[in-house]
């Protein structure tokens, strides 16, 4: 390196972005992914010991996927090579191959390749890496956000394992700016203190993405005067909203703010009420409330609420549930929108879940009562011999299904714990009920 990219790099060392500057070099600066990255864990030992093999980084952005990546090029005694797959093509990919060769026949050399965004390869770049994978020319290290099973070749998968990186938790968000206002490499120099409502915000806001936290704060930092009284740079709730142009909610996931935002949801829900259920589904999506939460309690309103008034209900809100975990936001809002507007305007009854609690009363009151004889299993050894199931009518043997015979122990027999209404489904199940002439209240 002569002098004058020397000065290149310190150049751009000191006018890069936040979270350039603030990219770990050692295994030591790295927050958060400790389920991967703890010392008692494969990966951690093999960057220690410089024993990697081809392996594939997957999580969301700013995760940390390209600050492994350059830890272990710090670390590492091989060759180190970074391509990106939105702006790289064979040629880059020979040259670096041609290169790997060279190091290896040479000095006995390993080359580890780095290839950021690895799902922008089409099939035929991907396969052209295969036999240098194969043969130790290159280790592969490849970074993307899109699940590998579906856009990394299943021969390159083979050959490398897979690390899926989480984003990072509000805590390590919280230290990660922190360490950014006191860093010399950051913004050390800026003498700049934020409020810890205002750090509270940003940390929440980021999502577990350590780029998206760093370039708020940087924002917040550089565009904001110093006080008049202690010549510092105030970073409060009021700059935080400004530099990202959002507004915060008072919005405490374990506070008051939270079960009441989350009772009001519910209860316009079950009240008909969709704007309502709306507004209330925007305002903890706004907050960052988990999708996977609010998924679930839309699908206890759909059975406690809805019931059997509309029996597709539950249907709808189970497989929204199953839909936002796979798809996660933004994108789920529209999914969560759409379960609970379900939900809101479906016919209701609550017969479902008071006969349930009805029939668990009935039980803790009478213990175990003994089951009539004729809907006892038969089949097991001896058990016809000792008269079970004997006398057990069939229904489909008789006009529209149906028997009029006795299910209930003795005891209750007449009791009734499940009273359709009115509504929807339910008053199909009342004209059932009247058809083959089954009683709906007791003394019927």
Do not use: W
């Not at 603030?22 to 010392?39: F, Y």
């Not at 010991?49 to 390209?66: E, H, M, N, Q, V």
């Not at 350059?70 to 391509?83: D, L, P, R």
């Not at 965004?117 to 020319?137: A, S």
Request: proline share 4%; with cysteine; hydrophobic share 40%.
């Amino acid at each position: 390196m002569d002098l004058f990219e020397y000065a290149r790099e310190k150049t751009e060392e000191k006018e890069s972005p936040l979270a350039a500057r603030m990219r770990p070099r050692e295994l030591s600066e790295i927050v958060g992914q400790q389920h991967i990255l703890g010392k008692d864990k494969m990966l951690y030992r093999a960057i220690v010991a410089d024993r990697l093999s081809s392996l594939i980084f997957y999580g969301p952005p700013g995760t940390g996927k390209t600050t492994i990546a350059k830890v272990i090029a710090n670390t590492s005694k091989a060759e180190f090579c970074q391509i990106n797959a939105t702006i790289a093509g064979k040629k880059d990919m020979e040259e670096v191959v041609e290169k790997a060769k060279q190091q290896k026949g040479m000095y006995g050399k390993r080359t580890i390749l780095f290839i950021d965004e690895i799902h922008r390869f089409n099939k035929g770049q991907q396969d052209y890496l295969l036999p240098f994978v194969e043969d130790g020319t290159v280790i592969l290290i490849g970074a993307t956000t899109e699940n590998p099973f579906f856009e990394v070749n299943p021969a390159l998968l083979s050959r490398s394992p897979i690390f899926e990186l989480r984003p990072l938790e509000k805590q390590d968000i919280k230290d990660l700016i922190q360490r950014a206002l006191t860093s010399e490499k950051g913004l050390g120099g800026y003498d700049a203190v934020i409020d810890e409502e205002a750090l509270e915000f940003l940390a929440d806001l980021a999502g577990g993405d350590a780029r998206r936290a760093l370039n708020a704060i940087e924002l917040a930092v550089t565009t904001t005067p110093r006080s008049e009284e202690d010549k510092k740079i105030h970073v409060t709730m009021e700059v935080a909203q400004e530099c990202i142009q959002k507004r915060a909610v008072r919005y405490d996931k374990t506070g008051d703010n939270h079960y009441d935002t989350i009772s009001a949801f519910i209860k316009s829900m079950r009240g008909s009420d969709p704007d309502a259920a709306l507004y209330y589904l925007a305002k903890m999506l706004y907050a960052g409330e988990s999708i996977t939460f609010i998924a679930r309690r839309i699908m206890i309103c759909a059975a406690e609420d809805v019931g059997m008034a509309d029996p597709n209900a539950l249907t709808v809100a189970v497989s929204a549930s199953q839909a936002v975990e796979r798809i996660g936001m933004p994108e789920a809002r529209i999914i969560l929108a759409q379960a609970a507007v379900y939900v809101a305007t479906a016919p209701k009854s609550n017969a479902s879940y008071l006969g349930i609690d009805a029939a668990l009363q009935r039980v803790k009151e009478t213990g175990n009562l003994k089951i009539p004889t004729h809907l006892q299993d038969a089949h097991y050894k001896g058990a016809a011999k000792l008269g079970h199931g004997l006398g057990y009518q069939y229904a489909h043997d008789y006009p529209n299904h149906y028997v009029n015979q006795q299910y209930l122990p003795d005891e209750i027999k007449e009791e009734v714990f499940f009273r359709p209404g009115e509504n929807g489904y339910e008053n199909a199940i009342r004209a059932y009920y009247q058809k083959i002439g089954k009683k709906i209240e007791e003394g019927e």
